[in-house]
């Protein structure tokens, strides 16, 4: 009996990796996001009218889903492609 | 297609029932973390999760074309007989643990079956074992905790960075994400286990001589076997969303964000590498390990335990049944009259007794209404918390 241990530690390993970035990522995303709305109720606060924090954070948030986005679209080609 | 006998036509209905069944039991894997952290009502996620399951038949039909992957020596012998027989004790195990609350394996039972039902109706030659270990039994047990491991550090992680954020605007982005992450695993599911019935109809149509050896799945084949197992889901297995989305642990969105992205994660990788495993375990397993990842999670064990124990159970039962079936079913006209005779009066006293106790869209998230269970032996000795022997109603 063959028995591939090498694939085997290899799925868990990359599995591991992957969700474990994805979700990171995700996370990230959804802090920048909450970052940004306390940064858009201090400005209220205080009147002034920069809000770079508020700025980056946003695009600190898009690009993160954005990379969550494409890890899924890569699964989606895993399984269509075969 | 006028080649089409009485035996292939049970054949094909009894393979769209399985398919049904299969949906059914297996709404939960995708649905239930949705449904219990309020990311998705009720309704709306069994119909994404429907939708899904339909289009993700279509995605590819490469498993389609082998029954079981090499698990059963399709060339030995394998004919209609025999698969009814395997179909009818796959069903009745599904519906069985349907009833128990419990997931199990809808792809394992349908092992199961084809395992038990060719030993008796072939002999042992007609079944590959190294293909069953290698193949089923080595991923089903390291598939879970793959998963679990995968979605407790997943867990950790997203409560550890979210922790200065704002609660309220954290849960409410994790639940969007969870729409996103549970679809991809009910489109990876419908792409999986509607498959399996593609396959199994259409190697029935090639042994009965209805198609030429080594044909592609035959678009109503796709489609009806797509149809099955959505309706399947659009049924919803409420009670198995109940025991995996209530019952193993308490669920806040970032555990089922991080659970559903191991889940899709190990289902994905796994079916790229070549090892076919069960969404439900690996569901499961993901779901556990974020009840664990949370601060202060804990998890349910005498659940966790029972689930377990029906894991192990499921092959050589579903076998068990099957392997009997085909005993009768090789008896000629009377006996395939007989096992369907007992496979719709069986499936119909289950239902029966399901209404007994009916959960529903309406009451799937609440787990204090129910009226506690017998507690199984081995769960008994470990004084079960009231919560545990609530779920399996």
């Not at chain 2, 704002?166 to 994400?177: I, L, N, Q």
């Not at chain 2, 076998?319 to 009997?324: E, F, K, R």
Request: with cysteine; glycine share 12%.
């Amino acid at each position: 009996m063959h028995i591939k241990w090498n694939a085997l530690a290899q799925t868990a390993g990359v599995s591991f990796g992957v969700t474990v970035s994805v979700v990171a990522v995700f996370a990230l995303g959804i802090l920048a996001l909450s970052r940004r709305e306390a940064a858009l109720t201090a400005r209220e606060g205080e009147g002034a009218q920069s809000s770079a924090g508020g700025k980056l954070a946003l695009a600190g948030a898009y690009t993160c889903f954005a990379l969550c986005a494409a890890a899924v679209v890569y699964g989606l080609s895993l399984i269509a492609g075969k | 297609m006028e080649h089409i006998s009485f035996l292939v036509a049970v054949v094909i209905i009894t393979a769209l029932a399985f398919d049904f069944t299969n949906g059914f039991h297996d709404t939960a894997n995708a649905a239930a973390t949705a449904i219990a952290t309020g990311a998705l009502r009720p309704k709306v996620a069994v119909t994404i999760a429907a939708v899904l399951n339909f289009a993700g038949a279509f995605l590819s039909v490469k498993v389609a074309t082998t029954i079981s992957g090499g698990i059963v020596n399709e060339k030995a012998g394998v004919h209609p007989e025999i698969i009814f027989a395997a179909l009818a004790g796959a069903i009745l195990w599904n519906l069985l643990t349907w009833l128990r609350g419990l997931p199990s394996s809808s792809s394992h039972a349908l092992y199961g079956g084809l395992i038990g039902a060719t030993i008796v109706g072939v002999g042992m030659n007609g079944v590959n074992f190294d293909t069953v270990v290698t193949k089923i039994i080595i991923p089903a047990v390291a598939s879970p905790f793959v998963a679990g491991l995968a979605s407790w550090g997943a867990t950790k992680l997203a409560y550890a960075i979210t922790r200065k954020g704002r609660d309220a605007s954290t849960e409410k982005g994790f639940k969007t994400g969870q729409i996103f992450s549970s679809s991809l695993i009910s489109l990876a599911h419908g792409t999986n286990d509607a498959q399996k019935t593609m396959g199994i109809i259409t190697l029935t149509l090639v042994s009965v001589g209805a198609l030429p050896h080594g044909a592609l799945p035959p678009t109503w084949v796709i489609v009806s076997a797509g149809g099955a197992i959505a309706l399947g889901t659009y049924m919803g297995g409420w009670r198995i969303i109940r025991s995996m989305g209530k019952g193993l642990a308490d669920i806040g969105p970032r555990q089922g964000f991080a659970s559903e992205s191991a889940a899709a994660t190990v289902i994905l990788t796994s079916s790229h590498m070549g090892f076919g495993l069960s969404t439900t375990q690996v569901c499961s397993g993901g779901i556990m390990g974020a009840g664990l990842g949370a601060p202060k999670g804990r998890l349910r064990w005498s659940l966790v335990r029972r689930m377990v124990y029906t894991w192990g159970l499921t092959l050589p039962a579903a076998g068990l049944v099957s392997g009997g079936a085909a005993l009768l079913a090789e008896q000629g006209t009377w006996g395939i009259a007989l096992v369907g005779a007992v496979l719709v009066a069986g499936s119909g006293a289950m239902w029966m007794i399901s209404r007994r106790q009916p959960v529903g869209a309406d009451n799937v998230n609440d787990v204090s209404d129910v009226t506690p269970v017998e507690v199984t032996a081995a769960a008994g000795v470990n004084a079960p918390t009231p919560a545990s022997t609530t779920v399996a109603a």
